[in-house]
DNA sequence: ATGAAAGCGCTAACAT
DNA sequence: ATGTTAGCGCTTTCAT
């Protein structure tokens, strides 16, 4: 980057800081004006913006650290958060933890080293400490989802009210038996998305006073095999569920494929909600009835959110903000009559 | 961001230049090395990379603008040139340009504001000149895939060999009547990607003498609606064709979905290849023959590509690396008999 | 091996 | 409205 303010000065016959007041939109006499927007355009001047931010200790850089890129949910996510960062003039340098402590510490220590004005972060399964630095250099740090830390700001859905929603709507559909494939495997280790969907399973047998069976939950880790082999399990059930609800994107993938395999027909042998509403949902046969979180709204929220935080305004600070889950219903739940079932 | 160089200086009783050279790996006592290390993990001191920058002129920082991150065939190949980037030492601001030329001209901008030292890019379908400032500048740039721009370095797979490839296939496997959804409708404007397709399906026929009919090229635009559209003009054709080969990811999400509504079944009445092989090849029933386009090694050989340019390496400037696309054989292609065909 | 000092490009007082 | 100047945090000679 050859050509700095100095150069358009000299140009112009103008002072530097005349040219910097013009570039922060100050007022400048109307020829000087004339004068120096045709300097900027002949040398192709760009202000420095890490010089600018050395002085004003604004970079207008924002971080933001998630699993990776390749994710069916999160990467309309950061899309959005990144375009809508852009609209209000920041600028976002992206990292990958890979669910990495070592990766995720790295990477927050990436974002200080550059300066940024706030972070946006994917917290990892497990509850460690990498936020560290950013908390003792004050950076403001707005959390996705997963779980609820002390010190964070964080946006989520309420997967426990989705997921609720979703085994209420099997009831209401003369459904009892209701199985269900969680993410609440050891593996998935503090991964609060797969027990607070889990809860609203259980909440929602329990406000219709349907008995909990524990050989219709099936623990998974979220990946497609364990919603596989967790179908798999299920199905093999002397007392086979009448429906099921799966936790997330992949392990419906899994389940789906499986179902598929073996024949089985959904709805008329099996029905089936799952959370997250992807690609599949409407390209599988049936059309899949789901529970889609609110993708857009997330990521809106915690931009949002982050910029107030960035404005210095921590009112109601640390703020929860869980946007409401919606089923969406389609044709992969069949409804059956309550003595039909009961007489069975 | 508080603590700063000073700040170590003043607590190690050392100069500043001490401490900058043990943070560059140069040599210190032992004794001041250990005094500067505590001082630094007690203060949690991480050097500040913009004026780091301004005195190197180098901001270790690299531009990626993309169309946008939600893309099933790009996210993957954002995330890992990030991730191999970060590897380097280098990080990433991305930017979306949405096939604009405002936004994408605005994203050269910043990221020029913000002194990368190098950018990848994925063009707009359009080849207006955006990229202006960036040569000026003098800053390395990478493009992805679509089109060859003269003056700049050039990662894609090729494309034309792949579909070439996949319709062959078609024809070792008895296929004559052979139909192609191309995406080279005038709203994709100079997408390369679809006229490359489009010429793979031309050569495949050439060769095998096969003649061209007009009526077998339904042109789409890449999107769904084009996919779906376009297959039920192919299946009203009096003389249907026994196999097709569709141009992209979408596009036969279209088509899949037609057939399915439409209850045709693949492949006993309609063989399938489909150009891009995402999720849905191995999710759809039944799975789908499909050219992958080589996503890790074009994320490999741009990052590749760009590092030398970022070290000033410029030989056989402009680069055009075209990776192999290959095909997946799986069930969604039928082989005929070739008298069975000829009686017909 | 360590220190002093200049200066990268810019903004923000302050003076004119 | 414009110019002068100090200094942001760091690297880099150049001394010592």
Known sequence: MAVTIKDVARETNLAISTISKYMNGGNV????????????????YRPNNAARGLRSSRSFLVG??????????????????????NEQGYHVIVCCHRDSIKKARKSVDFMLENQVDGMILLPLSSDEDYLESARINRVP??????????????????????????????????????????????KTGGLKAGQERLKGYKRALEDYMIPLKEE??????????????????????????TAIFIS??????????????????????????????????????????????????????SVDLLLKRMQGDYTNFPEYRKLPAKLFIRDSVRAISRNAETAT
């Open 64 to 85: 933001l650290i998630l699993d990776g890129l390749d994710n069916q949910f999160f990467s309309p996510i950061a899309s959005q958060i990144t375009e809508r960062l």
């Open 141 to 186: 740090v707005v959390t996705l989802d997963r779980l609820e830390m002390p010190d964070f700001d964080m946006v989520g859905s309420n997967a426990a009210v989705g997921s609720y929603n979703a085994v209420e709507y099997l009831i209401q559909q003369g459904h009892r038996k209701i199985a269900v494939l969680s993410g609440t495997d050891k």
């Open 216 to 241: 219709y939950i099936a623990s998974g880790d979220f990946s497609f095999s364990s919603g596989y082999e967790g179908m798999k399990r299920i199905w093999q059930l002397k007392d086979r569920p």
């Open 29 to 44: 006499r109307g020829k000087n004006r004339k004068l120096i927007e045709e300097a900027v355009q002949r040398l192709g």
């Open 248 to 301: 997330n994107y992949n392990m419906t993938l899994g389940a789906v494929t499986l179902l598929h395999n073996l024949g089985i027909a959904i709805p008329e042998e099996l029905s089936l909600v799952s959370f997250d509403d992807l690609e599949f949902s409407e390209l599988c046969q049936p059309n899949l009835t789901a529970v889609r979180q609110p993708a857009e709204e997330i990521a809106k929220e």
